[in-house]
């Protein structure tokens, strides 16, 4: 179930860029994706949870769709973003023995701006109104997997104390 989200996420907000006009700023246009693209992440952790390393597979097939269904440019920014990103993951989650709530933050802190950059420069939609929403957003859906997974951490000591 996740994954099937996790796809159709993908695909649904890089439609977003394409098909919903931006917003003027002093500092850029503003895209509504910009602002929902952070609960993708969301989805990918649970995604990934569910089928581990295979999740690049889900992401090629999210760029795949894209590529059909969207724009070849969306689909090749999303897919290089993707890749990057997800090498960053899978270096913190494989090299770091720590809590997996601490992995998401510290996967967050170096993921979350490498992928923002690259999809935003290669796509064309790079101005700091951009960036700066669009990290906020996916911070704040990494904030959101931390602390459900920190509670849960902190109730399994409790009731195995």
Known sequence: MWVALYVAAI?????????????STPLGDLYLANVVVGFIFVL????QREIGHYILFAT???????WFMVDPVIAAAS????????TADWGVYSFLRRPLSQRILISAMIA?????????????????????????????GV???WYILRA????LRITTA
Not at 12 to 23: E, G, H, L, S, Y
Not at 79 to 86: H, N
Request: without cysteine; neutral net charge.
């Open 60 to 66: 090629a097939a999210a760029g795949v769709l894209t």
């Open 44 to 47: 990918r952790d649970y995604a």
């Open 11 to 23: 695909v649904a907000v890089n439609w977003m860029f394409t098909a919903i006009a931006p917003w």
């Open 112 to 140: 979350v701006p490498l992928d923002t950059l690259a999809f935003q420069y290669l796509a064309g939609y790079l101005t700091p109104a951009a960036f700066m929403t669009e990290v906020v957003s996916k911070g704040f």
């Open 79 to 86: 897919i290089t973003a993707f890749i990057l990103s997800e």
């Open 152 to 155: 849960r951490d902190r109730k």
């Open 143 to 145: 904030l959101m997997v």
